[in-house]
């Protein structure tokens, strides 16, 4: 210890032991650090920490000095302060899957500056648990790079024999050539323990289907890690970036390739008809393609889909209570916030059943605001409020800081009626940079109502939050405001074709389909012509 000792460390505690080496803490000016003592590194293993060292990144510790001989070198680092992820699966087993997905993103993330450095990527090669601490504010930190090493091209194998069983991807283990994907096998092997509580190292060695430890779980999470573990390199994700995508987005690349599934069946059943009626004259209609292409379809058949609404008043970890969907709905009780900016020409289309109607008091409020406007101040300038009543007709506000402008729908008799659907549909037409409602009753071929203003340059935007709150406003009956609930069935959100949209989607567009196509043909009032009233 006298090389650290004459640059000022003390009081040294002895922390581990092994193959690598021995770890202590100790102190300087009263600050803590970790002293990892090992066998000698080439000067390209100490140029590689250096030059990681020198990004600063907020997923690694902080080196402060790099003691090299010709026996041994002595790394000394920042302390951090957390737990890590072996002791936190130890002491709480297996985690829920929106904070597993938090960590190994971060996890990602951090592997991504190694994979991305010029002009040689450096691999990790020894991600594990054990190398992963979460500190107490959740965030995660990467430590021991005493095995990572730079990808040469022209290298077909390792130089060193090194890695942790259970962990190490196979062409490690073996001295072959390690490149990005063998952190990407890790990366599986670790999501995996932390969806499971269970590591390769111990029986059956062997990955199970996730599902059976959480049934909330998706089953296509299986199919990722199956991907991210395979044992050939080449059948791998090629980077972090197509793994991270396809984790955050395969609920939809899923529902397009269920999608094209259905697509061939009907083309085949088609083929058949052809061949037996003997006329073309059937086939043309039948294969039409719809022009409408669903984005994001939320059926609220378990909790995951819940995921997509940022739901106030959730806990401190921000995690989706199970009693929020039920009977295939969404049971929203305050407000959420779709976790997807509507975009110019699309739609959301939103189901849902209100109970608990107060006599006098309003059930619920679809909110849109602009987000992505440049020429925008912080606070909000503008917020559309579509307003679905009890005693009234549906309203549309526009609302500003001033004040509000309500707007009636062309069709204004129909009313919210407690404990019956009722579908309202929003439409951002990117022609005339309107947004237009559509709003009917669900069970009924005649009930359809419309109502849309423009918007103004200045509020055109990139998009637009959705918000969804339950209000009361009155209140002369018994009803207490926390009867008031609403029950969403579905939020979808697509593309392309409003009216195709609306003749696969609304019984009523077919009896009412002139009015309605009247109305998209109508120029709507801008919202600077609209008289404002103050509130209150």
């Not at 803590?32 to 990144?57: D, P, S, T």
């Not at 199970?322 to 009977?327: M, S, T």
Request: glycine share 6%; proline share 5%.
């Amino acid at each position: 210890m006298k090389e650290i000792e004459r640059l000022g460390y003390s009081n040294f505690m002895h922390l581990a032991s092994g193959g690598e080496g021995e770890v202590y803490t100790c102190e300087k000016q009263d600050v803590k650090y970790i002293v990892k003592i090992v066998n000698a590194f080439e000067e390209e293993q100490i140029e590689m920490l250096k030059r990681v060292n020198a990004l600063r990144n907020e997923y690694y510790p902080c080196i402060v000095d790099i003691i090299a001989s010709d026996e041994k070198t002595i790394i000394i680092r920042e302390y951090i302060e957390g737990v890590t992820l072996t002791e936190e699966i130890k002491k709480n087993g297996a985690f829920a899957y929106g904070r597993a997905k938090e960590i190994i993103f971060d996890i990602c993330s951090a592997l991504h500056v190694l994979h991305v450095m010029k002009p040689h990527p450096i691999i990790y090669r020894d991600l594990k648990p054990d190398n992963v601490i979460i500190t107490p504010t959740g965030k995660v930190k990467l430590i021991d790079f005493g095995i990572a090493r730079y990808q040469k091209q022209d290298s077909t194998c390792d130089t060193v024999l090194a890695g942790t069983k259970g962990y190490t991807a196979p062409e490690v283990m073996t001295g072959m050539q390690s490149d990005v994907r063998s952190d990407i096998y890790s990366i599986g092997l670790v999501f995996y323990e932390m969806l499971s509580g269970k590591s390769l190292q111990d029986p059956p060695y062997q990955i199970r289907p996730v599902t059976e430890n959480n049934e909330f779980i998706p089953a296509y999470v299986d199919e990722i890690i199956a991907k991210a573990t395979d044992i050939n390199q080449m059948n791998r994700y090629e980077s972090i970036d197509e793994f991270v995508y396809e984790l955050e987005n395969i609920k939809e690349i899923k529902a397009k390739q269920k999608k094209k599934k259905h697509r061939r069946r009907i083309y085949i059943a088609l083929v058949v008809v052809v061949l037996l009626v003997a006329t073309a004259v059937l086939l043309i209609p039948l294969l039409q393609q719809p022009d409408s292409e669903t984005i994001l379809d939320l059926q609220f058949d378990s909790t995951e889909d819940a995921g997509w609404l940022e739901i106030h008043g959730l806990d401190a970890e921000n995690t989706v209570p199970q009693d929020c969907v039920a009977d295939g709905a969404f049971l929203l009780e305050q407000e959420a916030m779709l976790k997807y900016a509507l975009e110019p020409g699309q739609m959301v289309h939103i189901r849902a059943k209100a109970s608990g109607i107060m006599r006098d008091g309003s059930v619920y409020f679809i909110d849109l605001n602009p987000v992505g406007a440049p020429a925008l101040p912080r606070e909000r300038p503008l917020w559309l409020r579509f307003n679905v009543g009890s005693n009234e007709p549906y309203r549309l506000e526009a609302q500003r800081p001033s004040g509000y402008a309500p707007l009636t729908p062309t069709d204004s008799a129909m009313l919210a009626r407690a404990d019956e659907m009722v579908d309202v549909l929003v439409w951002l037409d990117d022609k005339d940079q309107s947004v237009r409602y559509i709003i009917s009753n669900p069970n009924s071929a005649t009930d359809i109502a419309c109502i849309g203003v423009a918007l103004d340059d200045e509020f055109v935007s990139a998009g637009w939050d959705v918000s969804l709150q339950v209000n009361t406003i009155g209140g002369n009956d018994a009803s207490s405001g926390s009867d008031v609930q609403t029950n969403i069935e579905f939020i979808r959100v697509s593309s392309g074709s409003v009216k195709a949209y609306l003749e696969q989607n609304i019984p009523a567009y077919t009896a009412r389909k002139d009015r309605v196509d009247a109305f998209f043909a109508e120029t709507m009032p801008m919202i600077s012509e609209l008289e404002y009233l103050p509130y209150g």
